[in-house]
């Protein structure tokens, strides 16, 4: 329904709760029972619009998520991930309001107040604030199927690794020897004049290296990191035809394991803020007017739940900002994320030892962002002068 960007997220409280959203497009809601693959609407800040139709944000956590494989070539393999998601008319003809005025107004913020009110006339506040964290009443579902990041994006090729072999069946993926799943390798993306990689491996680490090619980490906790006991594990591989003088810069996103903790901050904060002069007592219940002093406690209590959701600065990075008593931003009262002791488990930026070489880039998991049996998936995308260079997805789980 609206979509927040992944690594940086501003809220500002008023009266009124509204999400900022990014610019949609000429691409109308899918209908109920569709399955639309790589559909977008044209993003801003590098970050598109997917699951047009979908009730919640972006490709909510409410999604049923699943990823497949798809043969192509003689040896490749192209992956799937799809978001089987609930929707409703109220959904629809929100992010349909949004794809009109979006495309001919230059002011999002306007837009999702415009498209907000709608709504919530037509459908009621109760079906609007359920709506807003991906939640029903539904009318039916949408199948929405990515292969690519944004519009623009190349497709990432992908293949078995050594001793698997390639099914093309069902699902597709790669089957070892003894018949058990085992995960395709990121091989490449299509042929460009910037920095490209090959012998890709990923894996649990062994000094400096991935001592043997897996995508699923099990998280023991083993190694010592800053804030405690980790897993170690990382990528290596070749690359060539780079530019030393600039960076690898890598970004990474987090799913699984827990709620959508945005969605529920934004929910219930407003519920907890129900007036702006009022205050919410532990049962629900308005209490009397005293500058919402409780309720500003329990948002900030809900706030830090967010931060310890993020593993890295690049998962979560949050500013929150309260108004004044002349309802202006009051930025000496800002409260939001800070830099970590130590490097981040996942590196934002990695330099090049030359124009080619061999690089290993390190990365951890931290043992008590983990519960036990829990499991996240970790995708990491890096670019080399704003050209893309490779992607990978880890499975973490915590034994």
């Known amino acids: 329904m609206k979509i927040l960007r992944p690594a940086i ?6 009266g009124t709760l509204f999400l900022p959203v990014q610019p949609a497009a000429a691409q109308w809601a899918a ?3 569709a399955t639309a693959r790589n559909a977008f609407g044209p993003g801003a800040a590098g970050k598109a619009n997917q699951c047009r ?20 070539g003689n040896a490749q393999l192209r992956r799937i991930e799809s978001y089987d998601c609930g929707t409703h008319q109220g959904c629809r003809v929100h992010d349909d309001c949004l794809d009109t005025c979006l495309q001919k107004s230059s002011q999002p913020g306007e837009c999702q107040k415009q498209c907000d009110t709608q709504v919530m006339e037509r459908f009621g506040f109760e079906n609007s604030a359920s709506w ?69 491996r990923t894996g649990l680490v062994c000094g400096e290296k991935v001592c043997q090619q897996t995508a699923s980490i099990e998280v023991w906790g083993e190694d010592t990191c800053p804030g405690g006991s980790c897993t170690h594990y990382g990528m290596e591989f070749d690359f060539a035809n780079a530019d030393p003088a600039a960076s690898l810069e890598c970004s990474t996103s987090t799913s699984g394991g827990d709620d959508d903790f945005v969605g529920g901050l934004l929910k219930q904060g407003g519920d907890a803020m129900t ?50 008593e002349q309802g202006n931003p009051d930025p ?21 030892p030359g124009a080619s070489g061999h690089l290993f880039v390190p990365m951890y998991q931290l043992k008590s962002n983990l519960n036990r049996g829990e499991v996240k998936e970790r995708k990491i995308r890096c670019t080399h ?4 260079v490779l992607e990978t997805v880890f499975r973490l789980e915590a034994v």
């Open 132 to 200: 807003l964290i991906g939640r029903g009443p539904y009318d039916g579902k949408i199948n929405f199927e990515y292969t690519i990041a944004a519009p623009a994006s190349p497709e990432p090729a992908y293949h078995c690794p050594d001793g698997a072999t390639r099914q093309c069946g069902g699902s597709a993926g790669c089957a070892a020897a003894d018949g058990t799943r085992v995960e395709p390798v990121f091989e490449n993306y299509p042929a460009t004049n910037g920095m490209r990689v090959s012998a890709f």
């Open 332 to 352: 000496s009262r800002a409260v939001g994320t800070r830099a970590g002791n130590g490097p981040p488990p996942v590196p934002r930026s990695v330099d090049l």
């Open 385 to 388: 002068k704003g050209a893309p």
């Open 31 to 33: 209908d109920p029972g």
């Open 53 to 72: 139709g979908a009730c919640g944000s972006g490709c909510p956590g409410t999604c049923d998520k699943a990823v497949s494989y798809e043969c192509q």
């Open 9 to 14: 997220f501003s809220l500002l409280l008023t």
């Open 275 to 324: 007036t702006r002069g009022g205050t919410t007592s532990n049962n629900g219940d308005n209490a009397t007017a005293g500058g919402g002093e409780d309720g500003m406690a329990e948002l900030l209590g809900m706030f830090g739940k967010v931060l310890a959701s993020g593993d890295s600065p690049d998962d979560v990075d949050v500013t929150f900002t309260p108004y004044d």
